[in-house]
Every structure is written in structure tokens, then in C-alpha cells.
């Protein structure tokens, strides 16, 4: 992958470095470290190891924060994890046509049988997941969303969207067999169409009060812009 790091640095400061991931690229090593990773490319960059403060999956795009020493580590670490000081948001396509805002709260684990998360009774194990979406543009057979994100559950999007029947399209775990074989005949699209386009901190305490309402946002990828041009409406 031609990936120039410098060219997507959002931001950088001596705490924390956001930067724009493309879609195909290992956030982090997997288990054979045999792949091109971001944090390997960053750590590099930084001349030390690179430490993700939260989980962008391999075919997702957009926005990952790193944080350059442990203290910042552990307060990011907070953020990202108490929703309430930090808003996530994503830009999907999903299948269908969704006509007006609304939220999604259904409880999420792994499943017994696969590499899977699903919806399931808290008393099953199962830990709260909220997400929220807002209408951006809808198309006749597809809706453009953006999505915020409550809570932190892995998969979180793309299985909340599922349970409403509006899989994000190009998503071959949880998605539509036809959509995402629509996609990949009409405009050579095989993946999930998901991308983390705005961070926004809001009311931050301690070391990084610093960054209390900075927000920080990057376009849609290219490729996707032009496959909305082509959807019709």
C-alpha cells in the first residue's frame, strides 16, 4: 500500500498524534506481524512505540488517535472510554431507505459459535450498546448516515445495523449478500463502506483540558464520493 504518513497527520501535539487511516490498513500488528500496520508505521515515525487508544477495524477508514507517552495513554484511555467527554462519529451507506433520525439500543456480546458479536439479553452476558444515527442524504435505494457511537462495543455499527435491517453495505460479515454483490459487480467495491470522519473532545479534565472543544474531521475518501455520485436518488 502507497500510504504516506506526513500527508495524513490531522494532528500532532507531545501528548497525542491523530492520524487518517485508509481503508485496508492493520490498525495494529495481527498475530504474525507478517502485515503492514499503522501503529509499526507510526511507532517508526515517532522512533517508539506507538500506542492506539481505541479499535478501528482493518477495512474502516478514517480517524485513529495515538497517544506518545503512558500518562497521555491513560488519560485518552478514559476518554474514549467514558463517552460522555468524547463524541465519535461515522459516515455510512446502509441498504434501504431510512426517513428520519433514530437510535439504536440493543446489548452486545460474542457469539458461542463464531468470530461474531450479537445482539442478546444483558442476563446473557451482554454489555449496553447505544448508537445513533442521523439522516444525511437518502438515495432510492440507499441512506447516507452519520452515526455516533454511545458506546464502544466492537462491531458496534455494523451489528446495530444489521438488527434494524439496514446492513452497511459492502460489510461481509453482517451484511446483505445481494447488496454487496451489487457493489462489487457495478462499481469494483468490496468492503464495508465506513469511515470515522469526526472526533470531537468536549468537557475535558486534567492533563488534556487543553483539547476541551476541539474537533477534528477528515472528507470521505475519494473512492466513496464517487460511488454516491453514481447512486440514484
Same mark, same amino acid.
Given at each position: 500500500?502507497?500510504?504516506?504518513?506526513?500527508?495524513?497527520?490531522?494532528?500532532?501535539?507531545?501528548?497525542?498524534?491523530?492520524?487518517?487511516?485508509?481503508? @485496508? *490498513?492493520?490498525?495494529?500488528?495481527?498475530?504474525?506481524?507478517?502485515?503492514?500496520? =499503522?501503529? %509499526? $508505521?507510526?511507532? !517508526?515515525?515517532?522512533?517508539?512505540?506507538?500506542?492506539?487508544?481505541?479499535?478501528?477495524?482493518?477495512?474502516?477508514? @478514517? *480517524?485513529?488517535?495515538?497517544?506518545?507517552?503512558?500518562?497521555?495513554?491513560?488519560? =485518552?484511555? %478514559? $476518554?474514549?472510554? !467514558?463517552?460522555?467527554?468524547?463524541?465519535?462519529?461515522?459516515?455510512?451507506?446502509?441498504?434501504?431507505?431510512?426517513?428520519?433520525?433514530?437510535?439504536?439500543?440493543?446489548?452486545?456480546?460474542?457469539?458461542?459459535?463464531?468470530? %461474531?458479536?450479537?445482539?442478546?439479553?444483558?442476563?446473557?452476558?451482554?454489555?449496553?450498546?447505544?448508537?445513533?444515527?442521523?439522516?444525511?442524504?437518502?438515495?432510492?435505494?440507499?441512506?447516507?448516515?452519520?452515526?455516533?457511537?454511545?458506546?464502544?462495543?466492537?462491531?458496534?455499527?455494523?451489528?446495530?445495523?444489521?438488527?434494524?435491517?439496514?446492513?452497511?453495505?459492502?460489510?461481509?460479515?453482517?451484511?446483505?449478500?445481494?447488496?454487496?454483490?451489487?457493489?462489487?459487480?457495478?462499481?469494483?467495491?468490496?468492503?464495508?463502506?465506513?469511515?470515522?470522519?469526526?472526533?470531537?473532545?468536549?468537557?475535558?479534565?486534567?492533563?488534556?483540558?487543553?483539547?476541551?472543544?476541539?474537533?477534528?474531521?477528515?472528507?470521505?475518501?475519494?473512492?466513496?464520493?464517487?460511488?454516491?455520485?453514481?447512486?440514484?436518488?
Amino acid at each position: 500500500m502507497n500510504f504516506s504518513l506526513k500527508d495524513n497527520i490531522i494532528y500532532e501535539d507531545s501528548n497525542l498524534l491523530i492520524v487518517n487511516k485508509p481503508r @485496508g *490498513l492493520l490498525l495494529q500488528q495481527d498475530g504474525d506481524g507478517e502485515h503492514e500496520s =499503522l501503529d %509499526k $508505521i507510526v511507532s !517508526d515515525y515517532l522512533k517508539m512505540v506507538a500506542m492506539p487508544v481505541h479499535r478501528l477495524d482493518k477495512d474502516t477508514s @478514517g *480517524l485513529c488517535v495515538f497517544a506518545k507517552n503512558k500518562k497521555a495513554a491513560d488519560e =485518552l484511555g %478514559k $476518554i474514549f472510554n !467514558d463517552h460522555s467527554q468524547i463524541e465519535k462519529h461515522y459516515i455510512t451507506l446502509v441498504n434501504g431507505v431510512i426517513e428520519e433520525d433514530g437510535a439504536v439500543d440493543a446489548p452486545l456480546r460474542k457469539s458461542f459459535e463464531r468470530k %461474531k458479536m450479537v445482539v442478546a439479553p444483558l442476563k446473557s452476558g451482554a454489555k449496553s450498546a447505544i448508537t445513533e444515527y442521523h439522516v444525511l442524504e437518502k438515495y432510492k435505494d440507499y441512506t447516507l448516515l452519520d452515526v455516533r457511537l454511545l458506546t464502544g462495543r466492537t462491531h458496534q455499527i455494523r451489528v446495530h445495523m444489521s438488527y434494524i435491517r439496514h446492513h452497511v453495505v459492502g460489510d461481509i460479515k453482517y451484511g446483505d449478500y445481494k447488496v454487496n454483490n451489487i457493489f462489487k459487480r457495478e462499481f469494483v467495491f468490496e468492503n464495508q463502506f465506513l469511515h470515522a470522519y469526526k472526533l470531537k473532545f468536549l468537557d475535558l479534565k486534567g492533563p488534556l483540558n487543553y483539547l476541551k472543544n476541539k474537533e477534528f474531521s477528515v472528507d470521505l475518501p475519494p473512492e466513496l464520493q464517487e460511488i454516491l455520485k453514481k447512486l440514484d436518488k
